[in-house]
Structure formats: structure tokens, C-alpha cells
């Protein structure tokens, strides 16, 4: 997608207001420089300034040019304006040395950026389990099933996450969904409480040990592409495979995550709002994935030490 579209959003409060997001091309010192604010749009309230601090002296110095005739009168408001126009010089200098400097507003870009990483989701105690929740086919009359638990799979080791679970192709007797494929289980974080926001970041990284299968991570955001007004959130999705009984640390850049619906690719050039994220999820399905991966129903397991947001 060309760098130099912006994504254009509606704000919340304000239907009017069009709020400017820009692309991951765009790095963070970029987007500083562009929102720093603009001596010149500032000139007008200065010089207004400027001429009212100075008003008394000038009124003054009026008053002294219209009393000459009378010396006393002349020396008087002569002396009072000099004092009312030094009075108000210093008042505008004190005014503009209040004004933010890039001294005052951090002294470097390095400052002003977030950190190169930051947590998502980590997986070293058992309260993480209350930001998940679990679904497969079973809700729609499949057989397959999942659980996620917090543990301790190697002695003396942190504890990291386990999801694991059965993968069933069959269907339960008597069930009244039309569903065309079983075979899928997944983990979802619950919704945020606002969003999670990634414009800083242009991958998402995790510490993965699994078992020969191909896993799906996605990213749910606010809903604006598919269908606005409804509920459904939007899904960007990427395979994961991580090779069998070792630890790997896996990357995603977040632009080969492709726009999804139930599944489905979405043949669209569409681009990802980061900004806006409202969850994310891993799941695992009976069949597809990339090529060499384990595919078919049985178990799987998949062991998870951290989910991280990193900016390369």
C-alpha cells in the first residue's frame, strides 16, 4: 500500500472530527516532528499580547504629548508611560520564556519514544488465565475440546502458559447447526477496556514451544471494514508454526497480517489501524496451515512464555 495514504476515523465524541492515522512506514520521530505546533500559528496571540501588556505606557505617553503646555504635567505622565513601557516589555518576555522549547519538552527524540518492547501478555502467574477464555466447535455441535492452564512444565522453570486440547472432525448426534467444518479450537483474550494501542510498534513477537502444528494468531480491531454497526469485530490473522519440543521465539510484522472474515482471506487492499486493537487470540484447526506442518484430528499443545510488541 502506498506509505503516503493515511487512514482517516471517525471520533467517538465528536461524528465531525476526522482524527489522522499514519502507516507503519511513517517512524516514530516522523510523526513527533509533524505534530510539533507551529511557532507562526502562534505569532497573532504574541503580538496581541505584546501590545496590551504595552497599552498603558502608550495611553500614558499620549496623555504627556497632549499636556506640554504644563511642564508638571508633561514630566508626570512622561515618567509614568516610561515605566508602564518597561513594565510591559518585561511582562512579554516573561510570557514567551514560558513558552515549551524542544529544551523543555525532553532535549532528545530518544526521550519522547516509547520503549523498543513492551509486554502484551505474560504468562508467569496464574491470573493470567482470567484475561482468556476458551471456544471451539463444540458451541456449534462439534466434538473437539481445549483447556489453558498455568504450570510449571520444566522443574525449576517459570511458569508458563499450556493450551492444549483435543482436535474432533465429528459431529455431535442430533445437533441443529449447519456447520460445514469441525476440527477448531482457540483462546481469546476478553475485550480491553478501551484499546490497546500498537501505532508505536510494527511487530508482534512470542516465546512459543509447540508441537509440530500450524496455529493462527489474530488481531481483533474496531469495527469500521466489514460491517459497521454490528458488533463483530475485525480480525487480521497470520499461521504460526512453531517446530516440535524446543522453545523459539516467533515474529510477525504486523502487515503480514491479512484482513479475515469467519475465516475467510478478505480480497481487499485493506491496511491495519494499530491503534484501535480491542483483542487478540491463537487457535489451531484439524486441517490447513502451512505446508510440513502436522495437519488431521488428535491432540495438540502449545506452550506459551510471553506475547510482546516489539519496534524493529
Known amino acids: ?33 509533524h505534530h510539533r505546533p507551529r511557532q507562526s500559528s502562534q505569532f497573532p496571540v504574541y503580538t496581541l499580547y505584546h501590545f496590551v501588556s504595552l497599552l498603558p505606557g502608550l495611553v500614558c505617553l499620549l496623555t504627556a504629548s497632549v499636556c506640554a503646555p504644563r511642564k508638571l504635567g ?17 511582562l ?25 518492547e513492551k509486554f502484551l501478555f505474560n504468562f508467569n502467574s496464574k491470573d493470567e488465565i482470567k484475561r482468556w477464555h476458551l471456544y471451539s466447535d463444540s458451541e456449534l455441535g462439534g466434538l473437539s475440546s481445549a483447556s489453558l492452564e498455568i504450570t510449571d512444565t520444566d522443574v525449576g522453570a517459570p511458569l508458563t502458559g499450556v493450551f492444549s486440547g483435543n482436535l474432533s472432525l465429528d459431529l455431535n448426534d442430533g445437533s441443529t447447526w449447519r456447520m460445514k467444518r469441525s476440527g477448531f479450537c482457540g483462546m481469546r483474550s476478553k475485550r480491553f477496556d478501551g484499546f490497546m494501542d500498537l501505532d508505536s510498534y510494527d511487530t508482534v513477537a512470542m516465546r512459543l514451544r509447540g508441537d509440530g502444528r500450524s496455529y493462527i494468531s489474530t488481531i481483533y480491531t474496531e469495527n469500521w471494514v466489514n460491517s459497521p454497526g454490528q458488533q463483530e469485530d475485525n480480525s487480521w490473522q497470520a499461521f504460526v508454526y512453531v517446530p516440535k519440543g524446543t522453545w523459539h521465539v ?13 475465516g475467510n482471506v478478505i480480497n ?6 494499530p491503534s484501535r486493537i480491542v483483542g487478540m487470540s491463537l487457535s489451531v484447526n484439524a486441517e490447513g496451515g502451512v505446508p510440513g506442518a502436522k495437519t488431521g484430528p488428535g491432540d495438540f499443545r502449545l506452550e506459551i512464555d510471553w506475547i510482546k510488541a516489539l519496534r524493529s
Open 1 to 33: 500500500m502506498d506509505g503516503s495514504k493515511k487512514w482517516a476515523h471517525k471520533s467517538e465524541t465528536d461524528p465531525s472530527a476526522i482524527k489522522v492515522f499514519y502507516p507503519l512506514s511513517c517512524t516514530p520521530e516522523e510523526r513527533l516532528i
Open 74 to 90: 508633561n514630566w508626570f505622565f512622561a515618567s509614568l508611560s516610561c515605566f508602564h513601557l518597561c513594565r510591559g516589555s518585561d
Open 92 to 116: 512579554y518576555g516573561k510570557h514567551l520564556s514560558r513558552q515549551p522549547s524542544e529544551d523543555t519538552l525532553g532535549g532528545s527524540w530518544e526521550d519522547l519514544m516509547p520503549p523498543s
Open 250 to 262: 516467533t515474529k510477525i510484522p504486523l502487515d503480514r497480517y491479512l484482513p479475515t472474515w469467519r
Open 268 to 273: 481487499s487492499n485493506l491496511e491495519m489501524n
